[in-house]
């Protein structure tokens, strides 16, 4: 399933995130960081696409937000934590089947 957004909410996701996390985090790293720890996962050992890409996407937000902590020393509420899910979800998802298509077929 794809949930499709228009860019004006894809920008109120963007800014929901804290600006800390925006100015440190780019796309291009965020998917290095993703390739990372997609190694250390085998895709078909998950469930569903739909159980891979919610658990990485998971990690995702569990890294950035320790990350965030331990550099800023700043907590992040759950609503910042849903919205990071859903941006790493809109944004990385079509990757993640990539590879879970690529491993899994």
């Known amino acids: ?10 920008n109120l996701l963007n800014e929901n995130i804290p600006t ?3 100015r440190r985090y780019n796309t291009d790293e965020l998917k ?3 390739e990372f ?7 078909c050992d998950y469930g569903s696409l739909g159980d891979f890409v919610g658990e990485m996407c998971n990690m995702m937000v569990m890294d950035l ?5 331990e550099y800023g020393n700043q907590n992040v509420d759950n609503k910042t934590k849903d919205d990071l899910y ?4 809109d944004n990385f998802a079509d990757y993640l089947q990539e590879i879970y298509d690529k491993q899994c077929a």
């Open 1 to 10: 399933m794809k949930i499709i957004i228009t860019e004006r909410q894809n």
């Open 20 to 22: 800390g996390l925006r």
């Open 32 to 34: 290095g960081h993703l």
């Open 37 to 43: 720890i997609t190694q250390n996962y085998n895709p």
């Open 65 to 69: 937000i320790d990350d965030y902590y």
């Open 86 to 89: 859903y941006f790493m979800a």
